[in-house]
Nanobody
Framework: QVQLVESGGGLVQAGGSLRLSCAAS????????MGWFRQAPGKELEFVGR????????YYTDSVKGRFTISRDNAKNTVYLQMNSLKPEDTAVYYC????????????????????WGQGTQVTVSS
């Protein structure tokens, strides 16, 4: 198993930036496909982006393309979500997720693609 702990959330003005971190403990981090999701008040959990095991492939939902960047440092057992040009509609609890199961790439855009989840970190963007 792997334990995931997110950090870096907070309150930021529209147009600002935040970097979220997700630290993993447990088994070898490089075996995990990693994803970021978010949940706004009253809404369902939404896919934000994902990164493959060696970090050379990323994919984002359309609403964050060009503003958010996912990266990982396997030596530090950490995945990052750099968020720039934040908008009020980015306000949500952000979760990182991990999978050590091999699926087709598109399956990692869904909640079911991940077995392990962090506790979430709140991001609030003021207008």
């Amino acid at each position: 198993q792997v334990q995931l702990v997110e950090s870096g959330g907070g309150l930021v003005q529209a147009g600002g930036s935040l970097r979220l971190s997700c630290a993993a403990s447990g088994r070898t981090f490089s075996r995990y496909y990693m994803g970021w999701f978010r949940q706004a008040p009253g809404k369902e959990l939404e896919f934000v982006g994902r990164i493959n095991r060696n970090g050379d492939s990323t994919y984002y939902t359309d609403s964050v393309k060009g503003r958010f960047t996912i990266s990982r440092d396997n030596a530090k057992n950490t995945v990052y979500l750099q968020m720039n040009s934040l908008k009020p509609e980015d306000t949500a609890v952000y979760y990182c997720a991990a999978s050590d199961t091999y699926y087709s790439a598109s399956y990692y855009y869904t909640v079911r693609g991940y077995e392990y989840w962090g506790q979430g970190t709140q991001v609030t963007v003021s207008s």
